[in-house]
């Protein structure tokens, strides 16, 4: 089921911007003119402003920097060239092999939960296993664009219902910092301020950090009338994309972590199938 969905910069030199870039990974210039195969004197009169870059030396500095496709269009505008890489709708018949793609993954992991969000975590896509784990959601919620982080952890969206909250919580905050650092993104620095203000529902155990029973992974305990459902969760992203919406989408696949939790997930899938007209 496909719903729809910038780091926003005042104009800068190309210069500052990459020297932002280049202090947001933590290399020094010397590291960054290594790697670039460039001098370190180049780079520092790039920076600076004293030398401008030709389109492949800033492509070949914005790989080594990973600076995402959305931001390399504005580095390459930032220096006087075209934006290299388009952003077209999901619906674009440009990407209807990747939406093939998406919509085979999230069928195909049926009966149990998978969704699609776009880079500031809003749900683009979900297969049918999801809504029974929405029932009882308050609309204001799930209303597009519908914040998977932000359901996931208010008081009134799923936070009561995860057993694990604080320690769920902590997992993804920590990704959410990995990713701001990453991107420099202001719309997911927002929500991580937002989401750490948020308060934990009272009674709320709060967070040991060592796993249960000697795990490798932080599960998901989803709390339900039939009982707990423990969940393991994987990201997907794609693996080349030359297209900034495709960069920027991940597919977050939900597992059972136990039997108990495989069959409760087959039998409401069942359910939720049953109802669904003909």
């Known amino acids: 089921m496909l719903l729809t969905s910038p780091t926003s910069h005042a104009a800068q030199p190309v ?24 001098s370190t004197r180049h780079l520092s ?3 600076t402003g004293r030398a401008e870059p030709s389109r492949a030396m800033l492509l070949r500095l914005a790989d080594q920097l990973e600076v995402p ?27 209807a092999g990747a939406r ?20 500031h975590w809003n749900l683009v896509a979900h297969n049918r296993a999801v809504p029974p784990l929405l029932a009882g959601i308050e609309p204001e919620f799930l209303a597009h664009p519908c914040n998977v982080l ?4 208010h008081p009134r969206g799923f936070g009561p219902r995860i057993g694990n909250l604080a320690q769920w919580r902590s997992h993804l905050l920590l990704r959410l910092r990995q990713q701001v650092t990453a991107s420099g993104d202001a719309t997911l620095q927002a929500l991580l301020e937002e989401l ?55 597919l977050e696949t939900f597992f059972p972590a136990d039997e108990a939790t495989a069959a409760a997930l087959r039998q409401s899938f069942d359910a939720a199938l049953a109802q669904l007209p003909v």
Do not use: K
Request: charged share 20%.
């Open 196 to 250: 750490q203000a948020m308060p934990l529902p009272p009674g709320t155990p709060p967070d040991e950090h060592p796993l249960p029973d000697g795990g490798v992974i932080v599960p998901l305990q989803y709390v339900t009338p039939a009982g707990t459902l423990n969940l393991i969760s994987t990201t997907t992203v794609f693996g080349t994309p030359v297209d900034i919406t495709l960069s920027e989408l991940a």
């Open 45 to 47: 009169c790039v920076e």
């Open 100 to 119: 093939q793609a998406l919509d085979l993954v999230l069928r195909g992991h049926e009966p149990y939960p998978a969704l699609l969000v776009d880079r």
């Open 15 to 38: 210069g500052a911007l990459l020297r932002q870039w280049r202090q947001r990974r933590r290399m020094s210039q010397l590291d960054l003119a290594t790697e670039a195969e460039i």
């Open 69 to 95: 496709l959305r931001e390399r269009n504005v580095l390459l505008t930032a220096a006087g060239f075209a934006p290299l890489y388009r952003e077209r709708p999901l619906a674009d018949p440009a990407l």
């Open 150 to 153: 932000r359901l996931s952890l």
